[in-house]
């Protein structure tokens, strides 16, 4: 047997079953450090700054080099575990550390809770400003691992009627988080089940009771409605969910995402920074309770081209995230700053060195410590956080990023056939390199489904089944690939005309990432074939709030104009339909959008335009196309679509 390290609660060592004992407080904290920074390496100079900053440097180093000193012997048989040269102190990856496996993909919920038993080095008493900073945003970021694994139990649980098991979990996660709503619920749910209806309501009072002394506040909405259905003895439904409404998030403050600063010529570093911001931005989005907008809101600007008080004011960002990349060999440092976006103030930033192959650990240490930041001010938001798997080969992640790169210069609707089959090239390289590459298999579907919709292909079937494949796929590998599950509720209602499997992948898309503008997209188009137009299009609209010029503009303005029209607001209709032909004048699909809205509004001047245009880019338009690509499930939204092309001259 190895190492064995126990951070939570009280430290434990040992060594083949023999305990160690590390009494140096300073020793135990390094050891802490090393196996929560990224590659589980610090340099000496972050070290001794951490753990020695009352010191000058030259002091601190030399009071780091004893500490090693006094840390490798008393690993005794394990000192080989920490190496150390000139600039950086590095922890071996066998060791078998408590706080890995909780962090670990997948793991199951009861282990993960069971391994807690207190704090991350719970009782150490080292008062030095700079750690005790780190420690608690260590504690922070792992307490959110644990209760949204916990959260993410007690839904399962619910979903499966086992009300018992939701209790039991949720009791867990009351040690961890006393004023977890989500477990208050379950508990007050299983009391409703097995008529226990005072006991549900003392639940909720002393619940009640507990978040006004500790916070004075009130139980949330949904809570308050629980308590009234158990009050009038109503059936109680399913568990809570966090609630991802257009009204709600945007309740919370949102955080704008600037591009970064590459800090030299070099094409190839340009890309890499692009592709960090773009992770790093959906590692954000993936805590999912507050909007997180992205870098082409603003056009991709960083704060050499656009002062980050306008930059935020365009969108309405309470916060801004801003930083420089600088690549030399095969080493980089990233500096990243979090800045308050009405002062422009910065409110904490930090520099991220180490090898190029770690980048996916930046982004990650980077995105923890800017939620230990601002969950302060959420005001006890659950900070549920889904972990995604990055890529293990960086060849593949660069193409990726190279397909995205093309997507981005692509226009305001579904590109080009010829755009979108490079793409193809570059993603099928990619998964070649790493088959268990989610965010490429999601890619190829999503270009998959661009062939099957636009008909660029004459095995237009054959298309659909390979973004249904390559979305299936995605999801298998990761199942909370919001973005896979937008494409497959596309293909389902477009494909299948299964309309169920469509509504449940596109809220999962949503409740996933209720940031993302692609996901309400989905959702919005799939709730307009589904005959609800009205819901449709408080998705379509809050697209425009989380990015004021989303890439598939084209696509998202041509769903807007036929709900606005379905819904009888037909000046809305039309304003939606000019600014699609502004936006995205060769867009097909688009066109054929405009044209019903036109004639339906009696526009025949702006219907002809729009009708002369189509009948160049798509001469073969017929009544049967509409028919098989327009998958209404409604027949007299179908009427009226057609009505309005017929009433624009589409068809004699």
Request: aromatic share 8%; charged share 25%; proline share 4%.
């Amino acid at each position: 047997m190895g190492l064995c390290v126990r951070l939570l609660g009280t430290f434990q060592a040992e060594f083949g079953g023999e305990d160690l004992h590390i009494a140096s407080k300073r020793g135990r904290a390094m050891l802490a450090v090393l196996a929560l920074s990224p590659g589980r390496r610090i340099s000496r100079q972050g070290a001794a700054a951490l753990l020695w900053p009352d010191r000058d440097e030259p002091q601190a180093r030399a009071s780091l080099r004893q500490e090693l000193s006094s840390l490798r012997k008393a690993l005794g048989p394990a000192e080989t575990t920490i190496r150390a040269d000139t600039e950086t102190i590095t922890m071996d990856g066998g060791v078998d550390l408590d706080v890995w496996s909780v962090m670990a993909d997948r793991i199951p919920c009861g282990e993960a809770l069971d391994l807690f038993r207190g704090e991350i080095l719970d009782g150490i008493d080292l008062p030095l400003e700079p750690f005790e900073e780190w420690l608690a945003d260590q504690r922070r970021v792992f307490r959110g691992r644990l209760v949204g694994l916990a959260e993410q139990n007690i839904r399962q649980q619910l979903d499966r009627g086992d009300l018992a098991a939701a209790e039991e979990c949720a009791g867990k996660l009351l040690q961890i988080d006393t004023c977890n709503e989500i477990a208050v619920a379950a508990r007050m749910r299983n009391a409703l089940a097995n008529g226990r209806r005072l006991h549900g309501l003392s639940l909720f009072d002393d619940f009640a009771a507990r978040l006004d002394a500790e916070f004075q506040a009130k139980p949330g909405p949904e809570l308050t409605r629980l308590r009234e259905e158990i009050a009038g003895a109503k059936s109680a439904g399913a568990g809570p969910t966090p609630n991802t409404s257009e009204a709600t998030l945007f309740d919370r403050p949102s955080v704008l995402v600037m591009g970064f600063d590459c800090l030299s010529a070099s094409a190839d570093d340009r890309m890499l920074a692009i592709g960090l911001v773009d992770e790093m931005r959906m590692t954000l989005s993936y805590w999912r309770w507050f909007p997180v907008i992205g870098p082409e809101a603003i056009g991709w600007k960083s704060v050499r081209e656009a002062d980050i008080r306008s930059a935020a004011r365009e969108v309405a960002a309470s916060y801004a995230v801003c930083g420089s990349l600088r690549h030399y060999g095969d080493t980089a440092r990233i500096t990243v700053t979090l800045a308050d976006a009405t002062t422009g103030e910065s409110l904490w930033s930090q520099n991220f060195d180490g090898e190029i192959k770690d980048i996916f650990d930046f982004q990650e240490v980077v995105s923890r410590s800017i939620v230990a930041q601002l969950e302060p001010q959420i005001a006890r938001a659950e900070a549920e956080r889904i972990a995604r798997k990055p890529p293990v080969n960086l060849a593949a992640w660069h193409l990726v990023t190279e397909a995205d790169e093309l997507e981005r210069l692509g226009g305001g609707g579904y590109g080009t056939p010829e755009g979108n089959a490079a793409q193809l090239r570059l993603l099928e390289r990619a998964t070649g390199l790493e088959p268990g590459y989610a965010r490429a298999w999601t890619r190829i579907a999503k270009v998959h489904w661009r062939f099957f919709l636009m008909g660029w292909d004459a095995d237009r079937d054959g298309r659909g089944l390979k973004s249904e494949e390559a979305s299936k796929r995605a999801i298998a590998l990761d199942p909370n690939d919001w973005e896979a599950h937008s494409y497959q509720a596309l293909i389902q209602v477009f494909g299948h005309r299964d309309y169920r499997a469509g509504e449940y992948h596109s809220g999962e898309a949503v409740r996933l990432n209720p940031s993302a503008a692609l996901a309400r997209h989905a959702a919005g188009c799939t709730l307009e074939w589904l005959g609800r137009p009205e819901e449709a299009l408080r998705h379509l609209e809050l697209v425009f709030r989380l990015n004021p010029d989303p890439p598939h503009k084209g696509a998202v303005l041509g769903d807007l104009s036929t709900c606005y029209m379905l819904s009888g607001r037909l000046d809305e209709a039309v304003e939606a339909a000019r600014r699609l032909m502004a936006a995205a004048p060769d867009y097909s699909r688009g066109l054929q959008r405009c044209i019903a809205t036109f004639g339906l509004a009696g526009r025949g001047d702006l219907a002809a335009e729009a009708l002369a245009r189509l009948r160049k880019l798509q001469p073969d338009f017929s009544e049967d196309y509409v028919r098989s690509t327009y998958p209404f499930r409604r027949g007299d939204d179908f009427a009226t679509f057609m009505d309005g092309l017929r009433r624009a001259g589409c068809w004699a």
